[in-house]
C-alpha cells in the first residue's frame, strides 16, 4: 500500500516537473518587443532608445564571432564597439550610424556568410589569445 502511494506521487511530480518544462521551453520560442508584440526567435528585438548592457554585449558578441570586433563584452557602446557596428553597417549596406538599432540587429542574426557565425566556438585569429577557464584549460580541452 505504501509503495504504491510512494509510486503514485513520485509519477504526479514527474508529470508536473516535466509539463512545467514544456511550458518553460514553449515560452522560451518567443521574444517580446517593446511594443509587447511577439516574434518568434532567432530575432533579438531591443529597443534601441534605451538599449541594455545585454543588448550590446549581444551585439559585441556578434561582432566579435564575425572577427569585426576585438574589445571586450563590457556591454558598453565604446568606440571600438561604434567602430565595429559602423564597419558593419556599412559592408552590409545600412545606414552608417555606427549605433545598434533595429535594422542593423537584423542584419547581425541574418549574416550567415560571415567566419564563425553560427559557431559555438569563438574563431581562432592569429596572435589572439586562447581563452581559458578557471582550472586553465583552454575551451578546447587542453
Known amino acids: 500500500m505504501l509503495r504504491k502511494l510512494l509510486l503514485g506521487t513520485a509519477s504526479v511530480l514527474a508529470l508536473a516537473i516535466g509539463g512545467a518544462a514544456l511550458d518553460f521551453s514553449a515560452a522560451a520560442d518567443d521574444i517580446t518587443n517593446g511594443s509587447g508584440k511577439t516574434a518568434s526567435t532567432p530575432y533579438h528585438w531591443i529597443d534601441a532608445a534605451n538599449l541594455s548592457k545585454d543588448d550590446v554585449r549581444w551585439a559585441q558578441l556578434e561582432l566579435r564571432n564575425m572577427g569585426r570586433y576585438n574589445g571586450s563584452l563590457d556591454g558598453v557602446v565604446g568606440p571600438?564597439?561604434?567602430?565595429a557596428l559602423a564597419e558593419f553597417q556599412k559592408s552590409n549596406g545600412l545606414r552608417?550610424?555606427?549605433t545598434l538599432d533595429q535594422q542593423t540587429a537584423n542584419a547581425l542574426i541574418d549574416n550567415t556568410g560571415e567566419i564563425g557565425h553560427g559557431s559555438s566556438l569563438l574563431p581562432k585569429r592569429e596572435g589572439a589569445p586562447t581563452m581559458t577557464n578557471s582550472s586553465g584549460t583552454n575551451y578546447l580541452g587542453k
Open 96 to 98: 552608417r550610424t555606427a
Open 80 to 83: 571600438e564597439t561604434k567602430r
